[in-house]
């Protein structure tokens, strides 16, 4: 197989090129990769245990065999050029459906560069695609747990935490709407790129959203994370939006929060790296929804150190998982109700160099034909209320319910 990327001079926004069956895509403010067509795919079954890496461990052996068999001409030469995988992964080692794909066409950018990446021969690369179809009607339904069963839910996690190691556990929910017709991705994929700019816009097999979490990114030597937990509504009014913001950086409750999700990468990135720079109070990140605590992390990494092995090493966060990861996870497991399949899970790209990025996919739905099933959690700790916490997945839904009916 060869791989062939060559310099484009095309200035199209990268989502206006994508095709509408089966789109790829990583993109924030313009720049990523968007990508179509299947070269080569790998899709992992379940594993045994819910804390499991062997979905990881496989894909790893199978991206080094796939990579080593790619003959490159890269003629750019920058992380993202040359044969790219998208990834992503279950949340839970016991749900099947991690998938990669390594795809025959992509388009990429980065610092104002454009490139091309073809896998084989492919006549016409960039071909003429139709617009966006308009999602059209959607009628509603309930998740797996009803608002008042959630809530419920979240009062049991509150006991647990005051009565047994658990400190920290994120519980989430789902909610189901259904079109008329097969949902065009690339309609709540512009839209979300338009409301959410400071967020990575992706798409793999379905599960479309705009994550602000950024897990990983690798360049050469050089990792970045940006850990999130701490959440505020978005105030109606400038003064309002910056009482709820002072509101957030000193809370007891989203501080303490915010510092489990922290430790919880330290902690698993500790081993790998010569160098970690993990800042010591969270600043602030803002999007059209809500507004986190975040906390930007730089590391550096052994020069032959494996990507995805990291990846798999800092999956979960206590950001989406808890704390301690092992005890968050069975109580997801017995209280939650429902498989997160890939929410919440890793996912983005990887290049033959080992560069890429992998954010955690929230703020997402898995869309399968005319039916899309949304995502949204809260982090839970000893003072969380129910209500409150019902009110943060609310407004996290509103980023692809606003994407999907155009609202
Ligand atoms: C779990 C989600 O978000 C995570 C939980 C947060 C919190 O509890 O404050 C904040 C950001 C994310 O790390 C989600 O969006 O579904």
């Known amino acids: 197989m060869t791989a062939r990327t060559v310099a484009l001079r095309d200035q199209r926004a990268l989502l206006d090129l994508l095709p509408p069956a089966a789109p790829l895509a990583w993109v924030r403010r313009g720049e990523g990769l968007v990508a179509w067509g ?13 804390s499991g890496i062997q979905r990881f461990t496989a894909a790893d052996e199978w991206l080094e065999s796939l990579f080593s068999t790619i003959v490159v001409d890269d003629d750019v030469g920058v992380p993202g050029s040359g044969p790219v995988v998208f990834g992503s992964f279950t949340f839970d080692g016991r749900d099947a459906g991690s998938t ?21 021969d492919e006549a016409d690369p960039l071909p003429a695609v139709p617009p966006p179809r308009p999602v059209g009607a959607l009628r509603w339904r309930p998740g797996t747990l009803s608002e008042a069963e959630w809530c419920a839910v979240v009062s049991q996690a509150v006991d647990r935490i005051h009565t047994t190691g658990l400190a920290k556990v994120v519980l989430a929910r789902d909610l189901v709407a259904e079109a008329d017709h097969p949902i065009d991705v690339r309609t709540p994929l512009q839209r979300l790129a338009a409301d959410y700019p400071d967020c990575y816009v992706y798409s793999v097999v379905g599960l479309t959203g705009a994550t602000p979490e950024l897990l990983l990114r690798r360049t050469g030597t050089r ?4 850990v999130l937990a701490g959440t505020a509504p978005r105030g109606a009014t400038a003064d309002d939006d910056a009482v709820l913001a002072k509101t957030l950086l000193t809370s007891a409750k989203d501080v303490e929060e915010h510092a489990y999700a922290v430790e919880s990468l330290r902690e698993s990135l500790a081993p790998f790296c010569t160098e970690l ?35 798999a090493a800092l999956h979960p966060t206590a950001a989406v998982g808890g704390t301690p990861t092992r005890v968050a996870m069975d ?10 399949d890939r929410y919440a899970g890793p996912v983005g790209w990887i290049d033959a160099r080992g560069d890429g990025e992998w954010g955690i996919a929230l703020r997402c739905a898995q869309i399968t034909g005319p039916r899309a099933r949304l995502f ?4 839970i700790v000893a003072d969380s209320d129910p209500q409150a916490e019902l009110a943060e997945t609310v407004a996290k839904f509103r980023a692809v319910r606003a994407a999907l009916t155009g609202r």
């Open 38 to 50: 299947v070269a080569a795919r790998l899709e992992l079954p379940a594993e045994p245990e819910r």
């Open 277 to 311: 720079d993990v800042p010591r109070h969270p600043e602030l990140l803002r999007l059209a929804n809500v507004q986190h605590l975040a906390t930007p992390v730089r590391a550096v990494l052994p020069a032959k150190t494996a990507t995805l092995p990291v990846l």
């Open 331 to 340: 109580v997801i497991g017995e209280l939650e109700g429902m498989r997160r």
């Open 376 to 379: 949204a959690g809260a982090g």
């Open 223 to 226: 990792l970045e994370s940006l």
């Open 100 to 120: 990669l794909i390594l795809p025959r066409v992509v388009v990429g950018r980065r610092d104002g560069q454009t490139w091309l990446t073809v896998v084989g």
